[in-house]
């Protein structure tokens, strides 16, 4: 018999309280892995958005709301003036209730932008020029729809046409609506007005280059802020929010796990006081009692945190499997993040077994002589 | 040749040393010991009786270091337990505690209740083992080793206690009435199993007891009463 095996027979003694337990870290450890990866996924995926778009700087008002606010259009042209800036893309980007899906991407783009340029057409075709009343679907953005080629679809309170559906390469891309920027303005009654200018810089330019441009930039457009591509999403609001959201709440859960783990072991500690008595009273050390309990909640924050991953994962894949929202998530699963869960679950275990370890160190020995 | 010529042959090396040992309860509420002045030396059995409430089991906690006098001297092997010893340490290694009620760990079987005082010093697994289930075989219970305490009698719960005091090869054997819990006959068993140990491996041995006829047993009689010991009896004292 060794160490180990003591702890692991603590647990085993009242298997019904363990498995409650161990079901309440892992619920929480299940929302770390869900939030967490989900808004980790967010993240990755508008970035590889931007990479396939060859987009360096997103000049927006991103940092102030949802969807950022709309500014003149004569920005582009201060932006394209800027040495450096080899190319500008104007756009209208609305995140908006699109019929039943309460949540889709609208990019409006200027017309023979370069956001065009690199989206695939899986069927249909392209609209026919800037004023057509059409628009081309992602892919994803397809499918949540349930639209087709040919299909009426409602943008605002105008009825226009999906022409085509496109791969746009990345899950952004793939799951917004597409259309051409002037038809937007009209819709909208935006007129005049765009809210993000995506902008490319020499190929092969430093990322410390784009910051220059960046600066350039800022100096001369004081109504919108750029920001390169990659730091662009980090500092969006909705982004921070989200994020925010996911920690804080993952905060809670862990908190309610540490709490959890704490009652299941103050009560084994009093439950189980005469025995620990005995066992100083036959020469443990209170440093070994000590070690046992710690043992015990650190044990019960392993298992928690591997079985909190693993519902956090297969929750994961079921909401994303829900139709209204493939094209929004592309959770960022990795090893890294399930290292991370288990190790904060471990801390947990830890943490809530530091206060019953001390209230058993204290026990004194005479009492197990007495009865 | 009986045990008080053996006693008086031989100069004996004092194990325990108390001089007017008090303990109290409850901020003096309680006198348990009203100044016990005592010497036990090595390799004697020791019989402690007297009527309940009398103080015995407080006695045997000071020598065993599950508790601090609160006045008097106590030493063992010449040193002071309160500041010479390291408590633990010495539970570990110098005591071998026998209960009344067996104290055996429910979740564990014999043979690993024998092994929990090992952990502190014995760092090999396969020795721990072994030399348990050496001490269960001498108990006579090589047939329950890896039974939980639950599945087994009385008087067998108790050898298995036995065999996990004697799991350090302890210098002392202190026994709160282990026969207490048991029937006659278990009682002689468990009786017999001690002074067996006592005499086979010169262990000192310690017992406390209501029962006249098994404190007789001894080599000496302690006898207490209101927290002081009142008698002293060497010698022959089976009747
Ligand atoms: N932890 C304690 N707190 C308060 N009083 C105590 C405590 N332990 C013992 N006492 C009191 O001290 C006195 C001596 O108790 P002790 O247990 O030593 O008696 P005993 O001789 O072993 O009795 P018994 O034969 O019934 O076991 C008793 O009056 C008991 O109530
Ligand atoms: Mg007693």
């Known amino acids: ?371 | 040749m009986n045990a008080a010529a053996s006693n008086a042959a031989t100069p004996q090396t004092c194990l325990f040393e108390a001089v007017g040992l008090q303990k109290e309860f409850d901020d003096g509420r309680v006198q348990a010991l009203r100044g016990v002045d005592l010497r036990i030396s090595e390799g004697e059995f020791v019989s402690i009786i007297g009527p309940s409430g009398c103080g015995k089991t407080t006695l045997l906690q000071m020598l065993g270091a599950l508790d601090h006098p609160s006045s008097g001297e106590l030493k063992y092997r010449g040193k002071s337990m309160l500041h010479g010893l390291d408590a633990a340490t010495y539970r570990a290694r110098e005591i071998g505690f026998i209960f009344q009620a067996f104290h055996l760990l429910p979740t564990f079987t014999a043979v690993e209740n024998v092994q929990l005082p090992m952990l502190e010093t014995t760092t090999k697994a396969s020795e721990r083992r072994e030399r348990a289930a050496s001490l269960l075989k001498s108990v006579g219970l090589e047939h329950r080793t890896d039974h939980f305490p639950a599945k087994l009698s009385g008087g067998e719960r108790q050898r298995v206690a036995i065999a996990r005091s004697l799991a350090n090869q302890p210098s002392v054997l202190l026994a709160d009435e282990p026969t207490g819990n048991l029937d006659s006959e278990n009682a002689v068993m468990i009786l017999e199993l001690l002074i067996r140990i006592h005499r086979e491996q010169k262990m000192t041995l310690i017992l406390v007891t209501h029962d006249l006829s098994i404190a007789r047993q001894a080599s000496r009689m302690i006898e207490m009463k209101d927290g002081r010991v009142i008698n002293d009896l060497r010698g022959a004292l089976r009747p």
């Open chain 1, 1 to 371: 018999m060794t160490f180990p095996t003591i702890i692991v027979r603590g647990l085993m003694r009242r298997p019904v309280r363990t498995g409650l337990t161990l079901f309440g870290i892992s619920i929480g450890i299940a929302a770390v892995v869900a939030l967490v990866g989900v808004s980790r996924g967010f993240e990755t995926s508008w970035n590889v958005g931007m990479r396939t778009r060859h987009i360096d700087i997103v000049v927006s008002t991103l940092g102030s709301g949802i969807t950022p606010k709309p500014f003149d259009a004569s920005v582009r042209d201060r932006v394209a003036a800027v040495p450096g800036v080899t190319d500008t893309c104007a756009l209208f980007v609305d995140f908006t209730s699109v019929e039943d899906s309460p949540m889709l991407i609208v990019s409006a783009r200027e017309w023979g932008g370069f956001s065009w340029n690199h989206l695939k057409i899986v069927s249909g075709r392209m609209p026919n020029d800037a004023t057509e009343p059409a628009v081309v679907l992602g892919r994803t953005a397809a499918e949540t729809l349930k639209k087709k080629v040919g299909d009426p679809i409602q943008i605002d309170i105008r009825e226009l046409k999906v022409v085509g559906i496109v791969d746009g390469g990345a899950l952004v891309e793939n799951g917004s609506v597409m259309l051409s920027l002037d038809l937007m303005q009209e819709i909208t009654g935006n007129e005049g007005r765009i809210n993000i200018i995506d902008v490319r810089v020499k190929p092969g330019s430093s990322e410390e280059e784009i910051q220059r441009v960046c600066e350039a930039i800022n100096r001369v457009v004081p109504e919108a802020k750029a920001m390169s591509a990659g730091e662009h999403i980090a500092s969006s609001e909705a982004y921070r929010f989200v994020q925010a959201m996911s920690w804080s709440t993952s905060l809670l859960a862990v908190i309610m796990g540490v709490l959890g783990v704490m009652n299941t072991m103050l009560m084994t500690v009093f439950e189980r006081k005469q025995e620990i008595c005995i066992l100083l009273a036959i020469g443990w050390r209170r440093r070994r009692i000590m070690l046992m309990i710690l043992g015990e909640s650190a044990l019960l924050g392993l298992l928690g945190g591997m079985v909190g991953v693993l519902i956090g994962v297969l929750g994961v894949k079921a909401i994303h499997g829900l139709p209204g929202i493939r094209g929004l998530l592309d959770p960022d699963l990795s090893p890294r993040l399930f290292v991370t869960s288990v190790t904060i679950s471990i801390g947990v275990g830890v943490l809530s077994g530091l206060y019953p370890a001390w209230r058993s160190s204290r026990l004194t020995p005479s009492l197990a002589l007495q009865g």
